[in-house]
Each structure stands twice: as C-alpha cells, then as structure tokens.
C-alpha cells in the first residue's frame, strides 16, 4: 500500500481523541445534548395533546348536560377551568390564550333533546394553536354519543341511527384550518431567535479568538459601551428580518394582521433585544466560534420545540412548561398569534410583554456579571 | 532600593510589591516587586512561561491580583484600573488589530476609544510617520510581520501614553525592523515615557536602563544593567587558542566551571566561585596551548549563565514547592 500508513492514520485519530477530550464544551455538547434533548422532548412533546384549558357556559342544567360535561372530563382532552357567561367572556378568554376551547350548551338543550328538535352544542376552539383542537374535536363525537347512550335510557332512548343532537366545533382565528396560517407567525420567533443568539455570539467570541479582545479591554473601554456597541448593530439586522417577514407573510402566505401594530413592534423589539442579550451570554461561555455555533443550536430547539411553536404549550406536562416558559420564543410567539391571527390589542399582551422583559433582566445580569474587564 | 542612580531619583511610575497570580495550582507570579523610574527602560526577562505576560496584565488593569498592592502612574493596581488604563499604551504580544479593517480605520478606532482630541489630525499624523499615509486604506490584516508591529506600536501611542507596556515587541520581527524600533523607544524614553518591555533578545536587553530576571514567577536579579553581572556575581576568563572545541568538551565537567560559551574564536569560560575556577583554569593553562586571560563579565554571559540556569517553565517543576 504505497503512500497509507497506519501508524500515521492512528496518530491523527488519537490526537483527535485527545483534542476531543481536552474541549470540555465540546466533548459536554455531545454527549449531554442528544441525552437532554431526548429526555425533554421525547416526553414534553405530544401531538394527541390532553388536559386543555376548557370553559364551559352552561345555559342549562340537567342530567344530560352534566354527562356530555362528565364524559368531556373524562376522556382527559377537555380540563374545565369553570363557567363563564357570555359570548364576549368565551370570545375574551379565547383570545387572551386563557382557554383552548369554550364550549356553549344551549338553552333549553335537554328538553330538545327529548323533543327530538335536535339542539347544538357548540365548541368554539382556538384553532391558532395547531394541533391542539385537532384530537380533542376528533374525540368528542364519541364522548357525545356515549353520553346520551348512558343518559336517555327506556321510553326515551334513541335509534342509535339517529343523533339527538349535534355539535358545531367553530375554529376560531385559523377558520379553514391553514396550516401555513399556524406556522408563518410562529416563524418569525424561530427566525429571529436562530440568527440573532447566533449572530451576537459568533461575533464576540471572534474577537477573543483573535486576540483583538485583548486590546479592547485594555482601553479605558466600559463593558456596557462593548455589549450595546455590538449589540445595536445586529438590533438593525432584525428590523429588516422582521421587515422582510411581514412583507411575506402577508403577500405570499396571506396571513392576515388583526391587530394593533404598536403591540407588534414592542413586542418584536423587546423579543430582538433578549436574543441579543442571550447571544451576548453565549459568547461569555465559548472560547472559540465552533463553540459559540454550538451552544446557540443548544438554544434554539428548546424555541422550536418547546415554545408552541410546533407542538401546543397547554399540552406540555407540568415541567415541561415550566421550562418552556423560561424560554423568550414562548411569549414572543403568544404576542404574534394574538397580535396577527386574534386581532390583540396592547393590553392584550402585557402579560407576555412583562416576562419577556423578566428573561432580558435576567439573561442581562448573567451575562454583564460573566463579561469581565480583565483576563481572570 | 539602593540601586536607583543617586544623582536624580526620579519619581517612581510603577511601585507594586508582592504582585501574586495563580491560576488554579499554578502560581504564575510569585510575590513580585518593582520599582520602575519615570523616563526609564525597564527590561523584563525570563524564559517562556516564567509570568512575564502575566505580570504585565495585571500593571495595566487587565489581571487583578490575587496578592499584593501598589501603584502604576500613581493610581492603585487593584482599585483603579480604569484610570490607568487611560494613561497606559499596551502592546500585546500577538498582533491584537482588527485584521479586517484599515489601518487608517484601526487608528480612528483605537483614538475614539481613548476619545483623544483632534483625532482625524492625530491619525493623519500617525499614518505620516508611519510612513503608511498612503497605504491607509490598506487592510491591516495583509501587512507584513515587521509593518504590523510599528502599527501596534503607533496605534498605541495615539493617546500620548506616560508608560508603555511592551510585551515581547519584536518577536518575529527581521533585526532592521528591531533596530529602529529601539531608535523610537530611545527616543520615547528620552521624552519622558516610561517603557516596561520584556524580552528574549540579548541585543535587546542591553539596550535597556534596568534589568529584572524572572524564572518561575519570581524576581531572580533586578538592578541597573550595568551591574547585572555583578549581581549574577560571575568571573570570566578568555581563552584563544588551538583546539578549542576539544577544550570546550573538557571544560565542561571542570570543578569551577559553570558555563563555556563560544564566541567567534575564543572561549568564554565562566563561574560563580572564583576559587575552584582559577584553580582549574591553572592547571588547564599549564597543559595546554591555548591562552587564558581573565576579563570583565558582560551583560551576555550573566544572560547565557541565567538562561541555563532556568529551564522552561512550562516543564513541570520537580521538587519545587510553588
């Protein structure tokens, strides 16, 4: 074998063994990554998502009502949060993410039922959560069935061929159903969240490598002036990611944007300012640009997988929220279906507004605590 | 310290004692002092890894001590960082400029860090005796070793600093590029800036006022260079002869004898206890051919004496506590 030698072949593969172990970032990445992230989505994720906020307005009150609530409950989809009165309260609640689904049990739906005048119930469901209404619709002819069964037994039992009564599930926000009308809001979090951590860090962390740091922080320079003076730059480059977008969800997707605009740019400044501050806290912790590559990937699947974005929120365990609610695409794609799909005003989206200003706080302090103006 | 020239003693630029870095195990610089006097050049030297980098970033601000106190231009090295680092020009070792920008775009930048006054004129200035006027537009990132150097160098002296912080200046850099990079510290010095720069050259060490030795983070000789080899305390004896490389052999396992060194075509034999020397030199004289003459000990040979001395200190040291 002229020109292929083993001895050599074996030494570049031990090197690289030894240079693999001594990038502790690296060598952590790789092992620890695939492990959390099977743990955190294989578990958090769930396309039949069960236990949705449900409100319920009860127009009337009698045995076979409470069995169709009774069997909702049951089938684990539904998770009554309580009665409402009104169609403005379910209209409100839908809107301000507060429940997934309201359902309307009509007036007098008992006594029609026994006349045979065939009353409705209807289900109005927040279709801008994709998949979330999808199982649960699915799920409720069969709960509505097993019900009546169960209820009008003797004289008044049904020909199973029949249906007493019917429901109308409406698909509030998304009403044919689009998934692109799902997907293309959501997609500015990913993008942006992508491109800015990303962005900020690699470009930091370059200075480092460099050496050209080194100087940096041997002028009078302050920390603050550093991060905004890095910051504001790529601050720009999300104005015109974020231009660019609206430009074709609306001429290309036909999204429509229901809602205040106001609310729309402070939410997406404040959602390009935590990204930034992140990407700044990334370059804290990696030594070099492959690193910092590294460790934003690490961030931004937790904004695809965990936010809502592909899979809905209210169907996420317990701690699974709990984590996804520490990330900034969570809110920022809440602010963007209220804002584009539910016709959101400002106050709508306060809530959202504030814990994304809690996250900058406290990726900001992280980060300016890490950021040293010596070489410790 | 007594060995401040008497005549004028000059206020002092930096006055730090017990400077102490570890990082982890390691004990970088080991209760460090110095006194540096304004207007002087100050040699550090020492062989790699012995705390020369290290004791340098923490005199400008860029290291905080883990031990020790003092000041640098009057201002507190632990307290005031800040301060200091307006007044200090710092020139790291690696070539520290935005490769991808101008050289004209890499002045403008460092002058707005330090917010100089009359910026656009300074610059101008600065690209003029560089000689790069107009070669401005230039990217920094494909000048040549010895071109990037005088650029640091006058990136660093646009703010009109009072004490310059050289660290191992002139590494790559071809001897005529050197020279006249010593010409300008010279004329610095002459003009009041203090210069701190550490070294590997022996040229370059006798071009300087004072002289610190360190190995293992510790100060091992620091005094005016005139009176480094009598500090080493080493006698020197020539020889010139027929020969020599087998003398040389010889020598070298001689009592007495601690170092010979070759220049040219003689021999300098050299030790630090006189007695076993002259006893060996003696008896070498009486066999042989060649001709011994004892002469005064350069600045060279207590150099090569201490550079043996020291192994690189990135070897780990046996049987050293530190």
Known sequence: MAGLSLQRFSAVLIKEFIQMRRDRITFGMMIGLPIIQLMLFGFAINSDPRHLPTLVELNDNGPLTRAVIAGMQNSSYFDFRGPISGVAAGEEALRRGDANFVIVIPEHFERDVVRGHNPQILVAADASDPSAAGGAVAALSGIVSTAIAETLTGPLAKPASVAPFGVVVHREYNPEGKTSTNIVPGLLAIILSMTMVMITAVAIVKETERGTMEMLISTPVRPLEVMLGKILPYVFVGYVQTAVFLVAAMAVFNVPFEGSLWAFFLGFNLFIIVNLALGFLISTAAKNQMQAMQLSFFTILPSILLSGFMFPFAGMPAWAQFIGTGVPATHFLKIVRKVMLKGGELGDVTGELWALVVILIAISAIAMLRYRQTLD | ?322
Not at chain 2, 83 to 109: A, C, P
Not at chain 2, 203 to 219: L, P
Not at chain 2, 265 to 280: E, I, Y
């Open chain 2, 1 to 322: 310290m007594s060995d401040l020239p008497p005549a004028t003693p000059a206020p002092l630029v930096i006055d730090v004692t017990g400077l102490t870095k570890s990082f982890g195990e390691k004990r970088v610089v080991d209760h460090f002092d110095i006194k540096v006097p304004r207007g002087a050049i100050y040699g550090f030297l020492g062989p790699n890894g012995s705390g020369k980098t290290t004791t340098i970033r923490m005199l400008c601000g860029l290291l905080t001590p883990d031990e020790g106190s003092g000041t640098c231009l009057g201002f507190d090295v632990r307290k005031q960082a800040g301060r200091i680092k307006e007044q200090v020009g710092y020139m790291t070792q690696k070539f520290s400029l935005y490769e991808d920008l101008s050289i004209r775009e890499n002045l403008d930048f460092i002058g707005r860090m330090y917010r100089i006054d009359r910026r656009k004129q300074r610059v101008d200035q600065a690209l003029g005796d560089l000689g790069l006027a107009d070669r401005a537009g230039q990217l920094a990132g494909t000048l040549s070793g010895g071109w990037k150097q005088r650029l640091a160098l006058a990136a660093c002296l646009l703010h009109e600093p009072q004490l310059l912080l050289l660290d191992e200046p002139t590494a790559g850099v071809d001897p005529k590029a050197r020279r006249d990079f010593w010409d300008e510290i010279r004329r610095l010095s002459a003009r009041g800036v203090t210069v701190l720069v550490s070294t590997h050259y022996m040229d370059e060490a006798v071009q300087c006022d004072f002289i610190t030795y360190i190995a293992y983070g510790k100060k091992l000789i620091d005094g005016p260079s005139g009176k480094i080899p009598e500090l080493v305390g080493l006698e020197t004896w020539r020889v010139e002869g027929e020969a020599l490389p087998a003398l040389e052999a010889k020598l070298k396992s001689e009592p007495g004898v601690e170092q010979v060194a070759r220049f040219g075509t003689v021999l300098h034999v050299s030790g630090t206890d006189k007695d076993a020397l002259r006893a060996t030199v003696k008896r070498f004289e009486a066999e042989g051919t060649q001709r011994w003459s004892l002469q005064v000990a350069g600045l060279e040979e207590a150099f090569i004496y201490l550079m043996a001395g020291a192994r690189d200190n990135f070897a780990t040291p046996t049987g050293k506590a530190a």
